[in-house]
């Protein structure tokens, strides 16, 4: 069954950031490359669709993986989740994708969302931004992404404003702050934007006591600079 694009974008409300939250938003970007505004959508509805979404595309090849290599004196880069992205390898999964994305009005909330928050990342970043697309970010048990960053990034006109949703488990991104990988807990409503040059870590998704299969998925609105 399809879900109705009407509940989510009726969602939608005003994204009311006060002055004195920009200037630390501001200060925490310079320092961090990454921000956390709080408090700027409701996501009911948006945990609905997304999980809708996932389970509705999950059958396509969405991995999205690098094994870590041990050569040498360290151990490199890994990483492993899921993506569902209407950029995708080929034409029928992009299209599939894309139409699923619309139907389920992620397309026109992405839209609507970027459009209230980008004058709010434009003053946290001193850049003027322009969106792109939405995709969709999935993390199963064990799912993470290894310490990153700095040495990865080659486009410095790459922004990412993220809602992560967590379905029974506890979700964080770890980003470097004065000398250590420190949580920044996923929080409901909250937009996480990621600039480019970030040091970050996604930690594993752990299942709680007892608990059902977690899940983390994070709706993601791709920026670009202009």
Known sequence: MV???APLLASLRPAHV????????????????CAQIPRVAEVAELRSVALSLYEK?????LEDAQEHSDEGDGLGYGFRF????????????AERVTTAFREHGLTDWSERMAAELIPVVDR?????????RVFLLAYREG?????HGAE???????????????????????????????????RDGDARLLGPRMWHEVPPLLRLPGGADPLRLVVSLRLRAA
């Open 152 to 186: 990865q990034d080659t486009d410095l006109d790459r922004f990412n404003l993220q809602f992560p949703l967590c379905y029974d488990a506890v979700g964080a991104m770890r980003i470097l702050r004065r000398g250590y990988l420190e949580p920044l807990y996923d």
């Open 57 to 61: 595309l999950n059958d396509l090849p």
């Open 143 to 147: 799912d993470y992404i290894g310490p």
């Open 124 to 132: 946290i970043t001193g850049r003027s931004m322009r969106y792109e």
């Open 18 to 33: 006060p002055d004195h939250d920009i200037e630390g938003l501001r200060a925490h970007y310079a320092a961090h490359r």
């Open 82 to 93: 899921q993506r569902i992205d209407t950029k995708a390898d080929t034409p029928e999964h």
């Open 3 to 5: 879900a109705q694009p």
